[in-house]
């Protein structure tokens, strides 16, 4: 099994991926609540670090 590979995704299953993402991330959020309010600063910045490279890659010509 090849961890990185290009897959062509149906709609279906690329919903199916993305409410499941969705729905983890409502659930970890309600979880690490205390958390995430105390370290929002933190959390955004990791945030802004984490999307450099897809958003340069995207914009890339």
Same mark, same amino acid.
């Given at each position: ?9 149906? *709609?279906?299953?690329? *919903?199916?991926?993305? *409410? ?20 929002? *600063? ?20």
């Amino acid at each position: 099994m090849k961890l990185f590979q290009t897959k062509i995704w149906s *709609w279906s299953d690329l *919903w199916l991926f993305k *409410w499941g993402v969705f729905l983890f991330g409502i659930i970890a959020g309600a979880c690490f609540h205390d958390f995430v309010i105390e370290n929002v *600063w933190v959390v955004l910045a990791i945030a802004i670090v984490l999307v450099i490279k897809p958003t340069l890659h995207y914009f890339k010509d």
